[in-house]
C-alpha cells in the first residue's frame, strides 16, 4: 500500500512551490448556489503573491456564460485571472460539422456554446439530416436521471450518429443535491456502443489549452511541475490533471463521499488506489 494522502488544513505550503493554479469551480470555488469564501480568499491571496489562477471548469458554456454565472453567484472577481471550460474546448469538436445539421441534448442555457458555429440545430430523425449529437446536459437535471434517455439513445445508436459530450462530469452537487451531468449520458451512449468524443476534463485537449494560456498570462511558459491542480473529481481533476504530469490537491465532495465520510486515510486509499494517480494532498475545503 503506498503512503497515505495527508490531509492539508491549508493550501499556503504547497503554493509556494507553484507558479500557477489549475482549479475546478463546481465543488471548489461553489457548490452551484452559493460561493465558498475560504477558496475565493485562498485564490486571491496567492494572486497576490503573484501567482496565476487559471479556473478550469467542465461546464459545457464558454468561458463568458462561466463567468456570468460566477458573478451571480458571487464568485470573487480577484481569485482568478482567467476562466477556460469544456465548452471551450467541445467548440473545436463542433467546427467539425459546419455546414451540416446537429441535434441538440440539452437545455436551452447552454445554447452558446454554438455561438458563431455555422452548424444547424436539427431534431434526431434520419430524414432531419443530424450528423452527429451536440449532448451538454439532461434537459431536465432536477428530476430526470439517464435511465430517462436510454430509449432516444438507442434510436441516436441505429442511426449510428456520434456524440460530442460538452461536460464530462458525471454528477456535481448543486445546494445539496447530487445531480446527472452530459457524462453521464456519454456514459450510458457509449455503453450501448456509441461513438463518443469528449474534449474536457480529464482530456488532454483541454489541458493544451489551459498550457498556453497560462503561457500568455505569464509571457513565457510554465513548467508543470510548478503548476497545481485543485478539485473535487477523482476520475476528471485529479485523474486529468495526474495524466499530463501535473500535481494535484483533491478537495473533498459529496459527489465521491457520503454525508457521514470522514477524509482521513482509510477512505482516501479506496478513492485513490493506483500508487501513480494519487493526489500529493487533501483537503475539506481549499483554504489558506
Same mark, same amino acid.
Given at each position: 500500500?503506498?503512503?497515505?494522502?495527508?490531509?492539508?488544513?491549508?493550501?499556503?505550503?504547497?503554493?509556494?512551490e507553484t507558479d500557477a493554479w489549475l482549479v475546478d469551480i463546481w465543488?471548489?470555488?461553489?457548490?452551484? %448556489?452559493?460561493?465558498?469564501?475560504?477558496?475565493? +480568499?485562498?485564490?486571491?491571496?496567492?494572486?497576490?503573491?503573484?501567482?496565476?489562477?487559471?479556473?478550469?471548469?467542465?461546464?459545457?458554456?464558454?468561458?463568458?456564460?462561466?463567468?456570468? #454565472?460566477? *458573478? #451571480?453567484?458571487?464568485?470573487?472577481?480577484?481569485?482568478? *485571472?482567467?476562466?477556460?471550460?469544456?465548452?471551450?474546448?467541445?467548440?473545436?469538436?463542433?467546427?467539425?460539422?459546419?455546414?451540416?445539421?446537429?441535434?441538440?441534448?440539452?437545455?436551452?442555457? *447552454?445554447?452558446?456554446?454554438?455561438?458563431?458555429?455555422?452548424?444547424?440545430?436539427?431534431?434526431?430523425?434520419?430524414?432531419?439530416?443530424?450528423?452527429?449529437?451536440?449532448?451538454t446536459g439532461l434537459f431536465d437535471d432536477t428530476r430526470e436521471t439517464?435511465?430517462?434517455?436510454?430509449?432516444?439513445?438507442?434510436?441516436?445508436?441505429?442511426? +449510428?450518429?456520434?456524440?460530442?459530450?460538452?461536460?464530462?462530469?458525471? $454528477?456535481?452537487?448543486?445546494?445539496?443535491?447530487?445531480?446527472?451531468?452530459?457524462?453521464?449520458?456519454?456514459?450510458?451512449?457509449?455503453?450501448?456502443?456509441? *461513438?463518443?468524443?469528449?474534449?474536457?476534463?480529464?482530456?488532454?485537449?483541454?489541458? +493544451?489549452?489551459?498550457?498556453?494560456?497560462?503561457?500568455?498570462?505569464?509571457?513565457?511558459? %510554465?513548467?508543470?511541475?510548478?503548476?497545481?491542480?485543485?478539485?473535487?473529481?477523482?476520475?476528471?481533476?485529479?485523474?486529468?490533471?495526474?495524466?499530463?504530469?501535473?500535481?494535484?490537491?483533491?478537495?473533498?465532495?459529496?459527489?465521491?463521499?457520503?454525508?457521514?465520510?470522514?477524509?482521513?486515510?482509510?477512505?482516501?486509499?479506496?478513492?485513490?488506489?493506483?500508487?501513480?494517480? $494519487?493526489?500529493?494532498?487533501?483537503?475539506?475545503?481549499?483554504?489558506?
Open positions: 500500500m503506498p503512503n497515505s494522502i495527508p490531509v492539508i488544513q491549508s493550501i499556503a505550503p504547497l503554493a509556494a465543488g471548489v470555488m461553489h457548490n452551484g %448556489v452559493r460561493p465558498f469564501p475560504e477558496a475565493g +480568499e485562498a485564490c486571491a491571496r496567492f494572486r497576490e503573491n503573484g501567482g496565476r489562477v487559471l479556473l478550469l471548469s467542465n461546464s459545457p458554456r464558454p468561458a463568458s456564460g462561466v463567468q456570468t #454565472q460566477l *458573478d #451571480q453567484i458571487g464568485v470573487r472577481q480577484d481569485a482568478y *485571472d482567467t476562466i477556460l471550460s469544456s465548452g471551450d474546448a467541445t467548440r473545436e469538436l463542433i467546427r467539425a460539422y459546419s455546414g451540416s445539421g446537429v441535434y441538440h441534448l440539452g437545455p436551452d442555457r *447552454d445554447l452558446p456554446i454554438f455561438a458563431g458555429i455555422d452548424v444547424a440545430r436539427v431534431g434526431a430523425a434520419a430524414e432531419e439530416g443530424a450528423r452527429a449529437i451536440i449532448c439517464p435511465a430517462d434517455y436510454m430509449e432516444m439513445m438507442k434510436g441516436f445508436v441505429a442511426l +449510428e450518429l456520434p456524440m460530442i459530450c460538452a461536460n464530462p462530469d458525471i $454528477r456535481v452537487e448543486r445546494g445539496g443535491q447530487v445531480i446527472f451531468c452530459a457524462g453521464a449520458l456519454a456514459e450510458a451512449y457509449a455503453e450501448l456502443g456509441g *461513438d463518443v468524443s469528449l474534449a474536457g476534463k480529464p482530456f488532454r485537449p483541454i489541458y +493544451e489549452m489551459a498550457f498556453e494560456r497560462l503561457s500568455e498570462l505569464r509571457g513565457k511558459d %510554465v513548467a508543470r511541475s510548478r503548476m497545481l491542480a485543485i478539485g473535487d473529481g477523482v476520475k476528471t481533476d485529479i485523474a486529468g490533471a495526474i495524466g499530463v504530469g501535473v500535481r494535484a490537491v483533491y478537495v473533498a465532495s459529496r459527489v465521491h463521499m457520503g454525508d457521514e465520510e470522514a477524509l482521513e486515510p482509510a477512505v482516501l486509499d479506496a478513492m485513490f488506489p493506483e500508487k501513480n494517480a $494519487r493526489p500529493v494532498a487533501a483537503m475539506a475545503e481549499l483554504a489558506w
